[in-house]
């Protein structure tokens, strides 16, 4: 697998919402981290990236679809591509997922024609290595979207799989790409108001297990 050093650059937080900024998220992943992180919302106030100090980007989720190809949208569409080219190491969850994998190529559209939403916790089994995760593990994790990725393009390749999604997670060939379907960064207050669980012996076991994904993620950046 890929293994990186941050040094003194920074991870990038690509916050893609349109009604609710997830800011409870992004102080999650940073109490996570404990390295220096800057927070992008593209949707309400734009993004103005400097590449050459950013070594890691997570593309977060939004209520969006990656089809209505939004002024905002194309920004970290763009984003994408440079950092792609510049080998920059890319997750992205539930949208930036659908995001990545659209500039890949594949195609987004509902899960189902009645296009009803996914929510609550799934289990998914992984295929590859990634990180501290080893092929064949199982992760609880949390979901909301009402749209998926539809196939892996001549680049992708799956990472873990699941029997609700088409594509649950996937991995950039021969980059450090990577996209979950899921929500591993969700905070509590996430979990309560858009993943629709209420016990908070629930949430917090739900945030200990996906919350693999993410530190798994932040593992491949150690010294």
């Known amino acids: ?94 949208f930036g997922h659908q995001a990545i994998a659209h500039v890949l190529g594949a195609k987004i559209d509902f899960v189902s024609i009645e296009q009803r939403k ?12 990634f990180g501290f995760i080893r092929k064949g593990d199982v992760i609880n994790v949390a979901v909301s979207h009402k749209e998926e990725v539809k196939n892996l393009t001549i680049d992708m390749k799956p990472l873990a799989s699941s029997g609700a999604a088409i594509v649950e997670a996937f991995a950039h060939r021969e980059l450090a790409c990577f996209g979950f379907q899921s929500h591993p960064e969700a905070s509590r207050y996430f979990i309560e108001h858009q993943v629709g669980i209420k016990s908070s012996d629930e949430i917090e076991s739900l945030r200990q297990s996906s919350y693999q994904i993410v530190d798994a993620y932040f593992s491949l950046f150690q010294n």
């Open 1 to 94: 697998m890929f293994r990186f050093m941050l040094d003194d650059s920074y991870l990038a937080v690509i916050d893609c919402a349109v009604k609710e900024p997830v800011a409870n998220c992004f102080n999650s992943i940073v109490a996570r981290y404990r390295k220096p992180a800057l927070y992008y919302s593209p949707g309400f106030c734009g993004m103005d990236i400097e590449l050459s100090k950013t070594k890691a980007v997570m593309i977060l989720g939004s209520a969006s679809s990656v089809n209505d190809n939004l002024p905002w949208q194309k920004s970290v569409f763009e984003l994408i591509e440079d950092c792609l080219k510049s080998k920059i190491p890319l997750l992205g969850l539930c």
């Open 118 to 129: 996914l929510q609550g916790s799934r289990e998914i089994s992984f295929e590859e290595d």
